[in-house]
């Protein structure tokens, strides 16, 4: 008999994709993925715990499927990513209902795990670390009409990033080897997409782990020479290791977009000196100097922290006074949130909260005016479109991106959907953009 699967996913693109990786493995096992949790007989929930207020909300809906627990005894709920990596067993004592916690390297044993809580009745836990990720490879279907899909280059993150759990809960980094990379893109080109997102947590030091036969440069001419491919876009980048050579694709790779996201977290020295990120203020600005001069136009955007211990006034205008110099795009911002078992979770002169709240609210409103300004200078342009999908604002409208990755929404017939189309912008919001369609390309 066929069963239903339901996901939430929290967090970043990367669980969305290993969310991709559950269903496919479930789907194989006789579940089908349902819109709706009600009739759900397996629900998973992938949990990040990047930041104390993301594991929060993974409690809250923990809390709002008891009452589908109570109604349907037989039902299995599970819990995996970086919070259920964390927690292991304690998870089960706070959250009694749960049936199973899997961890960031066992998504592989999914089918397993949830055949033995079948049989036995019995809550499962299941967190140890593998030396090879084996979920890394699995492919996931392709949802029909979809253009856009993520792959996976690598896994995990040798940084250890002083305020970050990341390195602690998905283990070292590993890198999947260019051909199966490679394999795997020309099988998704064939299925007609066009577009295709490298992850990991820092692309930029691809190849590291696996002796540095290739490195990420020339995992990018690869992919750009694969054909039905049209567009490559990668995240995330750390700025300790971004390349000249890396820098050069940009303008050497046709099929490469114009848009890098390339977290700065702070503009001070100091604290970036207590992040351990290994870059001061000047390399930074440097890098995206030599960004701007090889690929004009490029549009970056960033991840900002505020309120990390020890962050004085003066620390905090110095990313004031970065974020007018660079003029991000778009961003990313947090109030610093204190992690166990990290680094700077013993250093003292913390911030307060209401400081960290003031600090914030500065770094979105000049973010939000850098961006509508920015977005309003495009007013007049001709872009590319891909077309992804009918607009979420109208069903008349189409919308895609372009190659800088900004939402346009304009009127079109949805069989656009996978075409690259000429588009006169015409209007500029805080999160998209309006346009006219020109031609199809
Ligand atoms: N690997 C990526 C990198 O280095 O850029 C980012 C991974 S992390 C999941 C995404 C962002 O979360 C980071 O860039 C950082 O800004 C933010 N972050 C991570 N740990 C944090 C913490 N403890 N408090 C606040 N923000 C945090
Ligand atoms: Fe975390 Fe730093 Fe690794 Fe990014 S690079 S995942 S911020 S430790």
């Known amino acids: 008999m066929q069963k239903n699967l339901f996901i939430y996913t929290f967090g970043c693109q990367m669980n969305v994709h290993d969310s991709e990786k559950i269903a496919a493995l479930m789907e194989k096992s006789g579940y089908a993925s349902v819109d ?5 007989d397996l629900i998973i929930i992938n949990t ?7 594991a929060q909300k993974v409690y809250s809906q923990l809390g709002r499927l008891k009452k589908f627990k109570k109604m349907k005894p037989k039902l299995i709920i599970g819990v995996g990513g970086c919070l259920a990596q964390q927690l292991g067993s304690k998870f089960i004592e706070r959250v009694p209902h749960l049936d199973l916690v899997f961890g960031t390297h066992n998504i592989h044993s999914l089918p397993d795990l949830i055949a033995k809580i079948e049989e036995t009745g019995q809550p499962v836990v299941r967190t140890e ?10 492919l996931a279907p392709t949802k029909n009409g979809k253009v856009t899909a993520y792959v996976t280059i690598m896994q995990g993150c040798n940084n250890f990033c002083s305020y970050c759990v990341v ?3 998905r283990g070292k980094e590993e890198s999947r080897s260019l051909t199966e990379i490679v394999k795997e893109v020309e099988v998704l080109a064939g299925r007609g997409i066009k577009e295709v997102t490298l992850l990991g947590q820092n692309v930029n030091s691809y190849g590291r782990a696996i002796g540095n036969r290739h490195d990420f440069a020339d995992l990018l001419h690869e992919i750009g020479s694969i054909a039905g491919i049209e567009r490559i876009r990668f995240t995330t980048s750390h700025p300790k290791d971004l390349s000249d050579k890396l820098v050069c694709c940009f303008s050497e790779v046709d099929k490469l977009c114009e848009h890098i996201h390339l977290p700065v977290q702070t503009g001070s020295d100091r604290v970036l000196k207590m992040m351990n990120r290994y870059y001061t203020n000047a390399e930074y600005c440097e890098r995206v100097d030599k960004l701007r001069s090889i690929c004009p136009g490029i549009s970056i955007t960033s991840d900002i922290i505020v309120g990390f211990p020890g962050e004085a006034d003066g620390d905090f205008q110095a990313t004031i006074d970065m974020m007018g110099k660079i003029r991000f795009d778009n961003s990313f911002s947090f109030k610093y949130s204190e992690r166990d078992g990290t680094a700077a979770a013993e250093l003292g002169d913390k911030v307060s909260e209401c400081v ?15 961006t509508l300004e920015k977005n309003e200078a495009m007013i007049g342009n001709t872009e590319e479109i891909l077309v992804e999908e009918i607009s979420k604002n109208s069903k008349e409208d189409i919308a ?4 800088t990755n900004k939402i346009v929404n304009f009127r079109g017939s949805h069989t656009l959907i ?8 015409i209007d500029a919001y805080q999160h998209s953009l309006k346009g006219r369609l020109l031609d199809v390309n």
């Open 36 to 40: 709706d949790v009600g009739k759900a």
């Open 48 to 54: 990040c715990s990047v930041r104390e207020r993301a």
């Open 129 to 138: 670390f593998h030396e090879e990720v084996k979920s890394l490879g699995i």
């Open 167 to 169: 390195p602690h809960l």
């Open 356 to 370: 960290k709240t003031d600090r914030l609210k500065i770094v979105q409103a000049l973010q939000e005016k850098h």
């Open 400 to 403: 895609g991106r372009t190659r």
């Open 418 to 425: 996978g075409k690259t189309v000429s588009v006169l912008i």
